[in-house]
């Protein structure tokens, strides 16, 4: 029998993808924006859908599930709830955020309380797993307590509130590379498990924690997926005309934006495959090459035109571009995993988003792919809407490969808790665990 399950800020059901491959059903699937329900529908047929604002819907959830289980002759319990608040104002990428520790800023964005819905559906639905995913930030960014005004986590108030409501909290701070995703991702999982399931015994008297073995990981003896493995055989792109910057097929999806030719010869001329970056590039438009100059220099010094990095020119004069040097027109390394994908994909101002090697920026279908997204899954309108709109939904998803793995060990954990051996599940002394739990 399938086990059923309930979604809440569920995307486009990227991530939900993966529990379903391990034998858990979505019954009912929640989400604020009507053009990523659709998609999420789409790949999860069998689902009730449910619209809006999740503050002004949970109890929708709630009615939902319970005709769904009405209808049924089986009355099974609700097996899981997967949950993935926005992260938007937990993530460090953002500096108008304030400090972490500050409360009050933390609070300013709304979406850093929507947790106080996880704890409402849980407390009538009672789950037997709870999982939310967030950036790790969610275990350290201070807000206000909705209740007590107290300064407190999101991460901590949920865990007090399903603590009172018999759930075990399993934190853990993961780079899901280590699980064979060909991308590095770090972000916080929290499981929690209901206390009177022979499942939280069996974690408890072996010392392990429910989640599956990072065999990928270096400490575990393996080896990460890189990014040139995972693209191998993905038709060559150039950002540099239309007709280069588009491959047939691929449902849409193997494009990327076309660029000015001064963008073009900037990412054009960072040397393949070793993560180099255009503030690095020593070269300038009028063609004169292996100039010696400093990382500080906008001006080529044999003939006074701008180099081939991120310039503006103010008052006729040219000047480097206050940025990120780090991340932005940054080629990823083509000998590690790619960089996180992100919802700015499609953009080369941060977050490492150029081609390991070809100018240009990856494509929706390569980060679908290093989202190991599968083949077959459906985006409908979505496509001709717009790519902007589905690189947001690839660069927000949980990525499946993991989720799968993750899901096979929920489901061992109900049907078989007792022929769990020890060496299949992350003991509770790694330190993905004890650090996320001194964090919490
Ligand atoms: C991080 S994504 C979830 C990712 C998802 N688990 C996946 O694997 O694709 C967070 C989602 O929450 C949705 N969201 C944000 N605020 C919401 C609200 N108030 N009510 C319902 N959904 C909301 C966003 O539109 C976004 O799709």
């Given amino acids: 029998m399938p086990k059923r399950s309930a979604s809440l800020f569920s995307n486009c059901g990227a991530g939900d993808l993966g529990y379903v491959e391990a034998g858990f059903r979505f019954e009912v699937m929640a989400e604020l924006e009507p053009d990523r329900l659709a998609v999420c529908h789409l790949n999860h047929p069998q689902a009730d859908t449910i619209e809006g604002d999740l503050r002004e819907t949970w109890r929708d959830v709630l009615t939902r599930l319970d005709a769904r289980r009405r209808s049924t002759a089986e009355s099974a319990p609700l097996a899981l709830l997967t949950a993935c608040p926005p992260c938007q104002g937990m993530s460090a990428a953002r500096n108008d955020l304030g400090r972490g520790d500050d409360p009050d800023a933390g609070s300013k964005d709304e979406r850093n309380l929507l947790v106080t819905v996880i704890a409402d559906v849980v407390a009538e639905s009672r789950p037997q797993f709870v999982v939310v995913e967030n950036v790790p930030q969610f275990l350290t960014r201070k807000v206000r307590h909705p209740e007590t005004a107290a300064a407190v986590t999101a991460a901590r108030y949920l865990t007090d509130k399903l603590d009172a409501l018999g759930y075990e909290a399993y934190p853990v701070v993961v780079d899901l590379a280590d699980f064979g995703v060909p991308q590095s991702r770090r972000r916080a999982f929290t499981t929690f498990v209901r206390r009177d399931l022979p499942a939280f015994s069996v974690l408890e008297a072996r010392g392990l924690t429910p989640y599956p073995l990072p065999r990928c990981a270096p400490d575990y003896g393996g080896e990460r997926v890189t990014v040139a493995e995972a693209l191998a055989g993905v038709p060559p792109l150039s950002a540099g005309s239309p007709d280069a910057a588009r491959a047939d097929g691929f449902g849409g999806l193997h494009a990327v934006p076309v660029w000015s ?26 063609g004169c090459e292996n100039l010696s100059v400093g990382e500080d220099e906008a001006t080529c010094p044999t003939c006074g035109e701008p180099l081939l990095r991120p310039v503006v020119v103010t008052d006729g004069a040219p000047r480097l571009v206050k940025g990120f040097r780090n991340s932005s027109y940054r080629r990823m390394r083509a000998d590690a995993p790619a960089s996180t994908v992100t919802t700015a994909s499609g953009r080369v101002g941060s977050d490492v988003t150029l081609h390991h090697r070809e100018p240009r920026v990856l494509s929706p279908y390569e980060c679908q792919k290093l989202q190991t997204f599968p083949d077959s899954f459906q985006w409908g309108e979505a496509v001709r809407r717009g790519l902007g709109t589905v690189r947001t939904m690839i660069g927000e998803a949980v990525p499946p490969l993991f989720t799968g793995l993750h899901g096979r060990v929920l489901a061992r954990l109900l049907d078989s808790p007792e022929a769990i051996s020890d060496d299949e599940l992350l003991p509770a002394a790694d330190p993905r665990h004890r650090r996320a739990v001194k964090r919490l």
């Fill in 261 to 286: 030719e001064r963008q073009f010869a900037m990412v054009d001329s960072i040397p393949p495959d070793q993560g180099g970056s255009a503030w690095e590039n020593r070269c300038c438009e009028a």
